[in-house]
């Protein structure tokens, strides 16, 4: 069985991109709390010393590194305890559709300000009618001579109001066939007939600009679709193996902070009775046999194999281990796992998104089953 391996350059990406997250993110995430939002001077700064879009080659600014940086990224954000600075969604699942599949011209248009951090993105597929079933999107592309005009509202976009570039989801009007009619659009979020919405004011994930999208009459180049009419539907597709794995990993990365962090503060609190004991004991059992078989598929999908139905298996079972985990901690802690100020409690709110997007945990079951010819 092949192993993950970090090499020497993987541990200093890691120890400066930690530097970073104790000065310039730590700090700040009350206020992000408060105002729905991270300001994009920090994005700037973290595009600016290497760490978006590590993927990326370095002909277009980027660093040209394997997946184990962007695991390494994610983990370091996910470590800072808030949800804000997204940026594993521009880095690692909005900016790989236009690596993968743009243009030259769209290359070299966008992913140099995609790295630097002075264009961020979002992809917005979601509608208000839409969600788990993207077939039956309403949003539509109408052909009008050398563009196409948008119209339809988008919801739940995540770095919707700080964004700079939206991958959009949209339906050609004049293809029937819903899979076979969906098309993805760069569309530049200062487009005329693009308005954004306020962040909404969700249970968790309070720091991230999570809004509403509204297309009017948005004229938008043909040229800034993403390969041909009609192919959004696979594209988006194809790439949801590494969503996936990454959100089972997120929620993963998020239980270990909860986990460590409940296990300090215990053993600051003095002796812990055997239940408390045996409760962290199992906890700490379960979350490694969930981190073995997440590195094991971390190696799979690096090699370009096919484990979307293990990426299914992963992303529903870490994100229902995280939640039930934080919440059992937060049991532990007693009176003060209902306080503010302890900071799991955040970590608890912010992990209940993890079995909703990216394909709700039923969807990856009926995956599964599918893929076991049920
Ligand atoms: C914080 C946050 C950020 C998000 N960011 C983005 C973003 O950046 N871009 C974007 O496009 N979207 C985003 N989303 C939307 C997210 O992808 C959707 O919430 C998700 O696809 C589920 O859709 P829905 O909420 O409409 O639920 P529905 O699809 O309406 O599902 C409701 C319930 O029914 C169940 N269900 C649905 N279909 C089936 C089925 N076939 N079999 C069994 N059960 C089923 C679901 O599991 C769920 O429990 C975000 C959502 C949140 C909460």
Not at 57 to 79: M, N
Not at 120 to 127: N, S
Request: charged fraction near 25%.
């Amino acid at each position: 069985m092949a192993v993950m391996q970090y090499t020497e350059d993987h541990e200093k990406f890691r120890d400066r991109l930690h530097r970073f997250c104790m000065n310039d993110v730590i700090p700040c995430v009350d206020q992000w709390e408060k105002d729905h939002m991270v300001p994009k001077s920090v994005w700037q700064k973290m595009g600016r010393e290497g760490f978006l879009c590590t993927a990326v080659t370095p002909e277009f600014g980027g660093l040209g590194g394997d997946f184990l940086y962007s695991v390494i990224a994610l983990e370091e954000v996910a470590k800072t305890n808030q949800y804000g600075l997204d940026a594993f969604l521009h880095s690692d699942i909005v900016v790989p559709y236009i690596d993968a599949y743009g243009t030259p011209e769209q290359k070299h248009r966008y992913l140099p300000g995609c790295v630097s951090g002075d264009v961020i993105t979002a992809i917005a597929m979601t509608e208000p009618g839409t969600g788990s079933d993207l077939a039956s999107m309403e949003t539509t592309a109408t052909a009008d001579g050398d563009s196409v005009i948008i119209n339809g509202t988008k919801t739940f976009i995540s770095n919707g109001v700080i964004c700079d570039l939206i991958v959009l989801a949209a339906k050609e009007s004049t293809i029937e066939n819903p899979y076979k009619s969906i098309s993805l659009y760069l569309v530049d979020a200062d487009t005329p007939g693009l308005k954004k919405g306020e962040p909404l004011d969700k249970l968790g994930v309070r720091s991230q600009d999570t809004n509403e999208l509204f297309f009017s009459n948005c004229r938008v180049p043909k040229a800034n679709r993403l390969g041909d009419a009609g192919s959004g539907f696979v594209k988006l597709m194809q790439k949801l193996q590494q969503e996936r794995l990454l959100v089972a990993l997120l929620a993963a990365f998020k239980a270990e902070f909860v986990l460590d962090w409940t296990i300090d503060h215990l053993k600051k609190q003095g002796a812990a009775s055997q239940a408390v004991q045996f409760a962290l004991a199992e906890m700490t059992t379960e979350f490694r046999m969930i981190r073995t078989f997440l590195d094991e598929l971390v190696v799979d999908h690096m090699q370009g194999l096919d484990v979307d139905m293990e990426t299914s298996m992963a992303k529903y079972s870490s994100s229902e281990f995280a939640n039930r985990l934080a919440s059992r901690c937060l049991d532990l802690c007693g009176q003060s796992g209902t306080l503010e100020m302890v900071p799991i409690v955040r970590t608890f709110r912010d992990l209940k998104v993890t079995p909703i997007f990216a394909g709700t945990n039923e969807i990856m079951r009926g995956i599964i089953a599918k893929r076991m010819g049920l």
